[in-house]
């Protein structure tokens, strides 16, 4: 019988990389991941590693070993979740990450209700975007995420996660302060009156900034980004001094009034879509349960 240990190594490179990220994410010394590795090919018979330039990746061999080892520790996490439910109380740790303007709007309400619900249980919540926090997820770094799919981007949905939908979002033009549009204007037209304004958009890269160029392009423009940030707040900051127009969600608002002008998207554009993530067989974890119906309530709530 194979050592699950080093499957789980095996897997760890998978998703990580390099034999360093899988040392640095387990605290182990490269050397003896390496060794480790190479107790499990002579378990298995046959190589699991083959050198490219100065990296290694996993042989089709490896591959297979992997989609079993999924299988296992879906099977784990099971179990785990079977006993956390036969328990009378909810109590460890959770592992949450949101990307920015869920962690303002929504994760402060639903840390409340968990507290007020379940005090013995600890949450620990990291803010980082769901380019970053969906392979975390996969590579076991988080339990639970929240994240964006913004219209006509679809992102991937791999097989080892499963969604939830949590809300919808409404997008909408922020016009900056003292730039005076034209009058009544359709969507696009409102959207090509600020053609040469500057604008402030996330970072290339970023599923937000291919939507926002995307957006703008079908609208007859090239927009002229001066400012580029993941922070949101920055974008409303920027709008609010007039110094560029941007595209802002409603959960920037954290509930309240919003302090600029606002006009609607194009038809097909004006939602993004947030959701939560997590491992296959972990969705029936009374910790999961619990925080999904937390962050469904706060979503409710409008906040």
């Known amino acids: 019988m194979f050592d699950l240990h080093r499957l789980r190594l095996l897997r760890e490179l998978k998703h990580r990389g390099t034999l360093a990220a899988v040392a640095a994410a387990l605290s182990?010394?490269?050397?003896s991941v390496s060794q480790q590795l190479s107790l499990l090919e002579s378990e298995v018979g046959v190589p699991l590693l083959e050198p490219v330039g100065r990296r290694v990746r996993l042989t089709?061999?490896?591959?297979?070993?992997?989609?079993?080892?999924?299988?296992?520790?879906?099977?784990?996490?099971?179990?785990?979740?079977?006993?956390?439910t036969s328990l009378a109380d909810l109590a460890g740790t959770l592992r949450v990450a949101s990307f920015q303007t869920a962690a303002l709007a929504l994760v402060p309400t639903a840390?409340?209700?968990?507290?007020?619900?379940?005090?013995?249980?600890?949450?620990?919540v990291t803010q980082t975007e769901p380019e970053?926090?969906?392979p975390a997820l996969l590579a076991r770094d988080f339990d639970l995420v929240?994240?964006?799919?913004?219209?006509?981007?679809?992102?991937?949905?791999?097989?080892?996660?499963?969604?939830?939908?949590?809300?919808?979002d409404?997008?909408?033009?922020?016009?900056?302060?003292?730039?005076?549009?034209?009058?009544?204007a359709g969507a696009r037209e409102a959207l090509r009156e600020l053609a040469g304004h500057p604008w402030v958009m996330e970072p290339e890269g970023t599923t937000a900034r291919h939507w926002a160029m995307t957006l703008c392009r079908t609208a007859g423009f090239e927009p002229d980004v001066r400012y580029e940030s993941t922070d949101l707040?920055?974008?409303?900051?920027?709008?609010?001094?007039g110094h560029a127009a941007a595209l802002l969600p409603d959960l920037v608002w954290s509930g309240g009034r919003p302090t600029?002008?606002?006009?609607?998207?194009?038809?097909?554009?004006?939602t993004r879509r947030v959701f939560t993530a997590v491992r296959r067989g972990r969705s029936r974890h009374p910790a999961i349960q619990a925080c999904r119906r937390a962050l469904r309530e706060a979503a409710g709530k409008g906040v």
């Open 260 to 270: 600029v002008a606002l006009r609607p998207l194009p038809r097909g554009q004006g």
């Open 111 to 124: 840390l409340t209700l968990l507290r007020e619900a379940h005090p013995r249980l600890r949450v620990h």
């Open 146 to 168: 929240v994240a964006e799919e913004y219209p006509g981007s679809p992102d991937a949905r791999p097989a080892e996660l499963e969604q939830e939908d949590l809300c919808d």
């Open 60 to 84: 089709p061999q490896a591959e297979i070993l992997v989609a079993h080892t999924e299988a296992v520790l879906e099977r784990l996490e099971r179990a785990e979740a079977d006993i956390a």
């Open 28 to 31: 182990y010394s490269p050397s």
């Open 132 to 134: 970053k926090s969906i």
């Open 233 to 241: 707040l920055l974008h409303l900051r920027l709008v609010e001094q």
């Open 170 to 184: 409404p997008l909408r033009l922020a016009r900056p302060r003292g730039v005076e549009g034209a009058g009544p």
